[in-house]
């Protein structure tokens, strides 16, 4: 494997035995040490949680410095490519591995903007769900009903993989937009082929087929960095999920929407969202962020501060920086209501920066601090921060997805487990078995014990 090298070797003493186990570097002084004969060696396995101490994979797409607060998308510093890039010129950087030339770009660009409408037969999808429902709920059934239409991707055959990745990411913003149609009980709005990716997805989500709609230009700047800002971010929990998903050899679509599903939780994609509704819970309660902050900390309260924290980041993640400094330009220029917000999100930041709970635990904001801020300033609803997060995660997760697939290392995901339960027992009749366990009875919360035929209520939390 290229740029993964061979530096020795760990000792490991285990059960009277000492192994060695290869210590490899990658190309940024990250080292790792290869368990893969470990079981075979020493008859145990490693445990670790969350998988916070555990490679899962080599991979060459993005690099993460968490204590320095780096991250660079194919050796790209985000800042650049936030400032300079066009999202679909980074989606190619993420999937091919390179900037494209002029060519290869407008290429791209036209074999996306020629895909975005989506089956007619899909939309009906559309009006079968409650105005309720999440959108989140919608694109990730949707996404997968995409193999449905397009039977070629179940294989992964290499000569189509190409048209699906592109129908894939030019059918998202049209999915998106039309599950927020629905919910607001509004005519579908088809793509246009004469507008770039994200003006063609404000489009559909704020015209009405009575009038003519002008895209605000410092919006569309303000989506296409967000995109690229939320583009890639290593072996996250979503982007992990699809590589599990992939490994099975489930196809581009059923793996990307196991990718959404992953993403919605709000530990991870779903953060956004629960920042602006705590910032709107302070604001509503006075904005004495320094209550909210005691909150915090009394573990007991069970709050968390949303958009803080970082498995991996342990100092300021560049996203959120970036993200701060549009905050001011982007409400400036579109003057919408978003300021009281972004003012309590700037006190609540520099109350926690300067406090030791935060600083002791290495707690700075994220991506989700500041993202809703500016989505709000744009006209998005909050139910749909997380969708706009999988919009832009998408060419990361498609890339993640074909390197996984191309590895030499490639075989299915299927980590080992420490067994805790009962040891061998035997079977016992029904007729043997006198009464329900007590243990089994307080869980299933059983009123005395039930008579022979007589109907059994029970009240199961
Ligand atoms: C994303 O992985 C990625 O790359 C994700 C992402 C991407 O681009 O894909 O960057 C996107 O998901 C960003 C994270 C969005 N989530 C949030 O903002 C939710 C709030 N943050 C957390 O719940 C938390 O920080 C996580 C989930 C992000 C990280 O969790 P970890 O690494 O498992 O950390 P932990 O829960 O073990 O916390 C360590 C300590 C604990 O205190 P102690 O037990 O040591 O006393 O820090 C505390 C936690 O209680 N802590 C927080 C906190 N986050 C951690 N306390 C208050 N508020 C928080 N937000």
């Known amino acids: 494997m290229k740029n993964y090298t061979k530096l020795g070797h760990a000792e490991l ?24 004969q470990l079981r075979e060696q020493t008859a145990c396995i490693t445990l670790d949680p969350g998988y916070a101490n555990t490679g899962s994979c080599t991979s060459g797409i993005t690099f993460i410095d968490g204590e320095k607060g780096i991250l660079r998308y194919r050796g790209y510093a985000i800042e650049d490519l936030a400032k300079n890039a066009s999202f679909l010129e980074v989606a190619y950087l993420l999937i091919y591995g390179e900037l494209p030339n002029p060519t290869q770009l407008s290429a791209f660009v036209n074999k996306i903007t020629r ?20 959108p989140m709920s919608i694109l990730s059934a949707m996404i997968c009903s995409l193999s ?23 059918k998202i913003p049209s999915i998106a ?47 296409e960095m967000i995109l690229i800002l939320h583009a890639d971010h290593e072996q996250n929990c979503s982007t992990s999920t699809v590589r599990i998903a992939g490994s099975s050899q489930a196809n581009l679509y059923a793996s990307i929407s196991a990718g ?51 498995r991996v980041y342990k100092n300021y993640d560049p996203r959120a920086s970036i993200l701060k ?37 290495k707690l700075y904001p994220n991506v989700d601090f500041y993202s809703g801020i500016i989505l709000r300033g744009i006209g998005i609803p909050s139910d749909m921060f997380t969708v706009i997060f999988a919009i832009g995660r998408l060419p990361g997760w498609i890339a993640q997805w074909l390197e996984m697939r191309e590895s030499p290392t490639f075989r299915i995901a299927r980590p080992r487990q420490i067994y805790t339960g009962n040891n061998l027992r035997k079977y016992v009749p029904l007729k043997k078995r006198e009464t329900l366990s007590k243990k089994v009875a307080s869980i299933l ?14 009240s199961r939390q």
């Open 13 to 36: 003493k285990v059960l009277g035995k000492t192994v060695k186990l290869p210590l490899y570097g990658g190309t940024e002084d990250e080292k790792g040490i290869d368990i893969s």
């Open 115 to 134: 895909r975005s409408m989506i089956p007619e037969g899909m939309k009906r999808f559309f009006h079968g769900y409650p105005e309720s429902a999440h």
């Open 148 to 170: 449905a239409y397009y039977p070629d991707c179940i294989h992964n055959h290499p000569e189509t993989m190409d048209l699906n990745i592109c129908r894939i990411i030019a």
């Open 177 to 223: 937009a039309f599950s927020y149609k629905q919910s607001i009980g509004q005519p579908i709005i088809e793509p246009m082929n004469k507008l770039n990716y994200t003006e063609n997805f404000l489009r559909m989500m704020f015209a009405v087929p009575t009038e003519e709609y002008d895209v605000d230009p410092v919006a569309a700047r303000a989506l």
């Open 260 to 310: 959404i599903c992953a993403l919605w939780g709000y530990l991870h994609g779903g953060a956004n969202q629960a920042v602006i509704d705590m910032l709107r819970q302070i604001r509503n309660d006075g904005g004495d962020v320094k209550k909210f902050i005691r909150q915090v900390k009394d573990k007991k309260s069970g709050v968390r501060l949303m958009g803080f924290g970082h």
């Open 325 to 361: 400094k549009a905050c001011d330009d982007v409400l400036a220029k579109v003057g919408t209501d978003g300021r009281p917000l972004l003012d309590i999100a700037k006190k609540l930041e520099n109350a926690a920066l300067h406090d030791d709970y935060f600083v002791e635990r």
């Open 445 to 458: 919360k059983i009123k005395g014990e039930p008579k022979a035929k007589e109907k059994v209520e029970w």
